[in-house]
């Protein structure tokens, strides 16, 4: 039988790589067909391809790790740097975002009036939902820490108590969003108002429901006891990410929110 | 030791929570505000192309009663 002589997991050849690049092909040039041609076909053939690469992909992650333990010491360290660096690029992105935002609201052009808010918009009260907002996300990186806390100290019950109120404060999160975007007097076609509060609070809305179905895929393997009080790398990287979408909403809402109204 | 976990909860509960809950009352107790009076600017209501959805004059979460299309309010 052959052993490796080293701590390093030499990964399995697999076909998802393939997949999900296949699946990216298809999402771009979908889109590009529906905006020109009106077919949804090739958009919805890359949204499967894409659900179902991720799905396989990261099931064998769970089963190279948890099951057939590869996850040595070493491989979890690079594990975390690949994480922390994945975040890293996601704050490049967003930092894109705010670049728009400070360019035109600080030198706001005539034909917006001179002034920002631009004339004829009127902005959504700080003070209101985005304050709410604000209270809910925070607490949810308050609940999210009790879980982590309960998940070392192998308080089984309260790691999936906290981890359930995590999730339940990002959903409501996300329909409180919802709810603002169906009632707010401007839309994203209102100038550079709308489109830099709606494509930044937008591209936000979707990293609160990528972090609160990452957490969710933790509570089902926290229910399937697939972490250890010491080994459970899964929730540090869903948490870690949680506490970035956090973050980036504190931003949005000093800069967009508060200081542009 | 159980401390740290302790702690959390215990600030979720007190802290955390009752903040949402102050936070939700002050949202709801919102007035309700007229929609404001339409002017047709040129710099607002852009339609560059039209939106490759329903009839192409509408944004994704339009809402009648608060967004005017480029030729005002809908009747």
Redesign the interface.
């Known amino acids: 039988m052959a052993h490796q002589a080293h701590a390093y997991h030499m990964v399995d050849p697999s076909p998802w790589p393939l997949t999900g690049a296949t699946a990216a092909l298809l999402m771009t040039s979908g889109l590009a067909i529906w905006f020109h041609f009106h077919s949804l076909l090739l958009l919805y053939l890359g949204l499967t391809l894409l659900l179902l690469t991720m799905i396989q992909w990261w099931r064998d992650i769970i089963r190279e790790g948890t099951f057939q333990g590869h996850h040595t010491p070493p491989v979890q360290k690079g594990l975390r740097y690949g994480m922390i660096l994945f975040i890293t690029s996601e704050v490049f992105f967003f930092l894109g975002f705010f670049w728009a935002f400070y360019h035109s609201s600080l030198a706001p052009t005539p034909e917006l009036g001179g002034c920002w808010p631009p004339t004829g918009i009127n902005p959504l009260d700080p003070f209101k939902v985005p304050l709410l907002n604000t209270a809910v996300l925070l607490a949810s990186g308050v609940t999210v820490t009790w879980a982590h806390h309960s998940l070392m100290e192998g308080n089984r019950k309260e790691a999936i108590q906290a981890l359930t109120l995590t999730i339940i404060l990002g959903v409501y999160f996300t329909s409180l969003q919802a709810m603002e975007y169906y009632e707010a007097p401007f839309t994203i076609a209102d100038g550079v108002y709308g489109a830099t509060f709606y494509v930044a609070t937008g591209f936000h809305g979707l990293h609160v429901i990528i972090g609160s179905t990452f957490l969710a895929v933790c509570l089902m393997r926290q229910i399937q006891y697939h972490f250890t009080s010491e080994h459970h790398f899964g929730f540090e990287a869903a948490a870690w990410y949680w506490h970035f979408v956090d973050v980036v909403w504190l931003f949005l809402y000093v800069s967009i929110y508060w200081w542009g109204s | 030791?159980?401390v740290?976990?302790r702690?959390?909860?215990l600030?979720?509960f007190v802290?955390?929570?009752p903040?949402?809950a102050?936070?939700?009352l002050?949202?709801v107790l919102?007035n309700a505000h007229e929609?404001?009076e339409f002017?047709p600017?040129?710099?607002?209501?852009?339609?560059t192309k039209p939106f490759?959805w329903g009839d192409g004059n509408h944004?994704?979460?339009?809402?009648s009663h608060?967004?005017p299309l480029p030729t005002g309010y809908e009747k």
């Open positions: 030791m159980d740290k976990g702690l959390w909860k600030l979720s802290v955390a929570l903040g949402v102050v936070c939700m002050n949202a919102k929609p404001a002017v600017y040129d710099h607002l209501r852009i339609r490759p944004t994704l979460f339009h809402n608060v967004n």
